[in-house]
């Protein structure tokens, strides 16, 4: 507001104020560029949970993005989700499984709480009750282990 004002100054004559804008005007877009890189490094880890995560944030990081941010987090959700169902057939590709290349197809794991039954695509279910260990297809778990229900029970 005090530019506008200097600039309607300068405008009538007074050119000593031609510096003080241009200064005022510089700062202000330095602070709009460092505003912009913060909003968009903010949106990166934003869709960098979605891939740690799933489509499901806990609480505790929830409550600490604006109402903005989570509605781009769900536009982001529905957007890979919609894009996964286009590929890879009937079913769909989950390109969240195996973000790293699996050395061994089914793992040994430890069930860190009660979670339930839990159904492989064999139609076989699996009890996960805490502290209970079972040898389970890494691709069924990797999801249960990023939210921490699941712990890899390395060798």
């Given amino acids: 507001e005090r530019n506008q004002a200097d600039v309607s100054e ?4 007074r050119t000593d104020l031609i510096f003080l804008i241009r200064f005022r005007h510089c700062c202000l877009l330095r602070n709009q560029r460092c505003i912009l890189a913060y909003l968009y ?8 949970l979605r891939w740690e995560y799933g489509s499901v944030l806990p609480n505790t990081i929830q409550f600490h993005m604006s109402a903005e941010e989570v509605e781009w987090f ?3 959700k529905k957007s890979l989700a919609t894009y996964m169902r286009s ?13 790293k290349p699996p050395k061994s197809l089914y ?3 430890r069930c860190l709480r009660d ?3 839990f159904e492989i695509d064999d139609g076989t279910t699996v009890l996960l009750k805490k502290n ?6 890494r691709w069924k778990c990797e999801q249960l282990i990023r939210q921490g229900v699941l712990e890899h029970i390395l060798s």
């Fill in 10 to 13: 300068a405008k009538s004559g």
């Fill in 41 to 48: 490094d903010r949106l990166l880890r934003i869709r960098a």
């Fill in 74 to 76: 769900n536009r982001y």
């Fill in 87 to 99: 590929v890879g057939g009937e079913e769909g590709l989950d390109l969240t499984q195996d973000i």
């Fill in 107 to 109: 793992i040994e794991v």
């Fill in 115 to 117: 979670y339930g039954e």
């Fill in 132 to 137: 209970s260990q079972h040898f389970l297809p």
